[in-house]
């Protein structure tokens, strides 16, 4: 069963940047495109990041230009570089799959991002 770990996470002060990471277990990781998500306080989850096994990336248009989704294949990890860090950006972050794909993995524990202003 594919397991998903994230870490990273933290309590930084708004302008920050931190560097979130996925680590996928089991060897599908190489043929999965994978994407970042995020559940802000008391609301739904909501899609931040993806990236096809080629390598190109989508983000939703309020992280675009602040935040980069990336991935090591040989490491089977996806990473989320944050920048610019902003008091809107507090959530719990997941990855799993990509939304396209229709399907997720069962969910991990996610990382917790404050950013205080």
């Known amino acids: 069963q594919v397991q998903l770990v994230e870490s990273g996470g933290g309590l930084v002060q708004a302008g920050a940047s931190l560097r979130l990471s996925c680590a996928v277990s089991?060897?599908?990781?190489?043929?999965?495109?994978m994407g970042w998500y995020r559940q802000p306080p008391g609301k739904q989850r909501e899609w931040v990041a993806g990236i096809t096994i080629h390598g190109t990336t989508t983000y939703a248009d309020s992280v675009k230009g602040s935040f980069t989704i990336s991935r090591d294949n040989a490491k089977s990890t996806v990473y989320l570089q944050m920048n610019s860090l902003k008091p809107e950006d507090t959530a719990t972050y997941y990855c799993n799959q990509h939304p396209a794909i229709g399907s997720y993995y069962p969910w991990g524990q996610g990382t917790q991002v404050t950013v205080s202003s």
């Open positions: 089991g060897s599908i990781f190489t043929i999965s495109p």
